[in-house]
């Protein structure tokens, strides 16, 4: 005699399985290894360490210097200009 079958049990273990399934080949698709991750974050540290290191400092120890014509301020470089119509 055949085992007694629960069709709503049945159906909710093939959407389950079949749920799984689209997950792991969306994770294999998709995902990046756990190893890579952690990678691309130390990378990405170290990286960032070397930008704050090479950073040039103003002469009194201040922040990071402007990349702006110090011989030639703003304001200046706006008195040049024509005013406009």
């Known amino acids: 005699m055949a085992d007694i079958v629960n069709l709503r049990r049945a159906r909710k273990d093939r959407r ?3 749920a799984e399934r689209q997950a792991e080949d969306n994770r ?3 995902g990046m ?3 890579l991750r952690q990678a691309a974050r130390v990378e990405t540290a170290r ?3 070397a930008l ?3 950073a040039l ?3 009194n120890g201040g922040g990071p210097m402007s990349t ?3 011989a030639r301020p703003e304001d200046d470089a ?3 200009k024509p005013p406009p119509p």
Do not use: I, S, T
Request: charged residues 35%; glycine residues 4%; without cysteine.
């Open 57 to 59: 400092l103003h002469e």
């Open 78 to 80: 706006a008195a040049d």
């Open 33 to 35: 290894p756990k190893a």
């Open 16 to 18: 389950r399985l079949a």
């Open 28 to 30: 294999v698709r998709h």
């Open 52 to 54: 704050d290191g090479a």
């Open 47 to 49: 990286q960032a360490r």
């Open 68 to 70: 702006a014509d110090p």
